[in-house]
């Protein structure tokens, strides 16, 4: 069964009164939103609070969900805001931080870092990461951490797929004159 129906499925059951359809889908997302929030505010209890924000956010707006977007680009958007409005809460400068090394085989993400042979490259490819600018390093986690299109970035962050290629291009560019800096 295609995972777009099985989302589609447990938001119509649960709109139909079903309360089980909305554990199974908090269920589903959880894990992806903790990260997806973590990557962005870095701090774990941060990150867990924004969850529950975004469940409780999800539980009383499902009913104005119009099935326009994937149920996954939905709970992002909400996530990607409140994790923004936790950045300004805290008065944070850095969009995102990759503390999350020791937990990365646990997440199950399959991207670009995949080959990191040890956590030396890890720590390695975190510092340049942090050397991108912003916009561009949301876009490059979004497509490789997240896993996102084009369409769903442009759809969460509210930005034109041609601006979010054009800062993914720059990010992979600069990436690659900052490993050869590096190296």
């Known amino acids: 069964m295609n995972i777009k129906s099985d989302d589609y499925e447990?938001?119509?059951?649960?709109?139909?009164?079903n309360q089980q359809a909305f554990n199974n889908l908090a269920r589903k997302y959880q894990e992806k939103i903790y990260w997806h929030a973590r990557r962005i505010v870095g701090?774990?209890?941060?990150?867990?609070?924004?969850?529950?924000?975004?469940?409780?956010?999800?539980?009383?707006?499902?009913?104005?969900?119009?099935?326009?977007?994937?149920?996954?680009t939905w709970i992002f958007k909400?996530?990607?805001?409140?994790?923004?409005?936790?950045?300004?809460?805290?008065?944070l400068k850095k969009i995102i931080t990759f503390n999350y090394f020791e937990n990365i085989e646990?997440?199950?993400?399959?991207n670009v870092f995949e080959n990191l042979e040890n956590k030396e490259e890890f720590i390695k490819m975190e510092k340049l990461?942090?050397?991108?600018?912003?916009?561009?390093?949301?876009?490059?986690v979004m497509r490789n951490f997240d896993e996102l299109s084009y369409e769903e970035i442009s759809n969460i962050t509210g930005?034109?797929?041609?601006?979010?290629?054009?800062?993914?291009f720059h990010a992979f560019k600069k990436l690659k004159e900052l490993m050869d800096e590096y190296d």
């Open 10 to 17: 447990l938001v119509k059951d649960f709109l139909s009164g």
């Open 129 to 140: 990461l942090n050397k991108l600018p912003s916009k561009q390093k949301e876009v490059f």
């Open 78 to 91: 909400i996530t990607y805001t409140r994790s923004l409005n936790q950045l300004k809460k805290n008065k």
């Open 106 to 110: 646990n997440a199950g993400y399959d």
């Open 159 to 168: 930005k034109s797929v041609g601006a979010l290629k054009a800062n993914y």
């Open 43 to 72: 701090d774990h209890d941060d990150a867990h609070e924004i969850v529950q924000q975004v469940l409780l956010v999800m539980f009383n707006k499902l009913k104005t969900f119009n099935f326009s977007s994937s149920i996954y």
